[in-house]
């Protein structure tokens, strides 16, 4: 019995020494060399993504940019432009196939697309995209911005000065 304790006791100081470790070490990971004298940041992320698992996935990621550089006490200035196939995944009134093999990650989208209303985030689809994919414009969510153009949406952000983040 006493064995018993010793040991429980040893694996509950193992448990609080391995968390302050790992707290300790995910206070130093940061991006303090890349922020040095940022305050603002402006990016436009190019999003083309060929299904919408993956759009999903890295609609969350990009989220968690934007938190990273709030955390880290940088105003962002986010953009994100949608083109190509992508639109299908953006659509509330997706194709009933695409629907019944991606429900979860649609879902996901849609969320995404609100949190990053709220945020202020701005998100531009591309006509030219939403045209050759059949996707009718009414409906891309209202959060969201329809440009002519995704291309020339990318030039004109870069032009005032945000820096290009591709994804694809």
């Given at each position: 019995?006493?064995?018993?304790?010793?040991?429980?006791?040893?694996?509950?100081?193992?448990?609080?020494?391995?968390?302050?470790?790992?707290?300790?070490?995910?206070?130093?990971?940061?991006?303090?060399?890349?922020?040095?004298?940022?305050?603002?940041?402006?990016?436009?992320?190019?999003?083309?993504?060929?299904?919408?698992?993956?759009?999903?996935?890295?609609?969350?990621?990009?989220?968690?940019t934007h938190q990273g550089?709030?955390?880290?006490?940088v105003k962002s200035d986010?953009?994100?432009?949608?083109?190509?196939?992508?639109?299908?995944?953006?659509?509330?009134?997706?194709?009933?196939?695409?629907?019944?093999?991606?429900?979860?990650?649609?879902?996901?989208?849609?969320?995404?697309?609100?949190?990053?209303?709220?945020?202020?985030?701005?998100?531009?689809?591309?006509?030219?995209?939403?045209?050759?994919?059949?996707?009718?414009?009414?409906?891309?969510?209202?959060?969201?911005?329809?440009?002519?153009?995704?291309?020339?949406?990318?030039?004109?952000?870069?032009?005032?000065?945000?820096?290009?983040?591709?994804?694809?």
């Open positions: 019995m006493n064995n018993i304790l010793k040991l429980s006791q040893f694996s509950v100081l193992v448990f609080f020494i391995f968390i302050s470790i790992s707290t300790v070490q995910a206070e130093k990971i940061n991006d303090s060399a890349a922020l040095a004298g940022i305050n603002h940041a402006k990016s436009v992320f190019l999003i083309d993504f060929t299904n919408a698992k993956k759009t999903a996935f890295y609609l969350d990621i990009i989220r968690g550089l709030t955390r880290q006490n986010m953009v994100l432009v949608f083109i190509g196939k992508t639109v299908q995944y953006l659509s509330t009134e997706p194709d009933d196939e695409l629907a019944m093999e991606y429900d979860s990650e649609l879902a996901s989208i849609q969320h995404s697309i609100k949190e990053f209303a709220k945020l202020g985030v701005r998100m531009e689809v591309c006509a030219v995209a939403t045209k050759v994919f059949n996707v009718k414009n009414s409906s891309i969510p209202k959060e969201m911005n329809l440009v002519a153009d995704g291309f020339i949406s990318l030039i004109g952000w870069q032009t005032q000065g945000h820096k290009l983040v591709p994804i694809f």
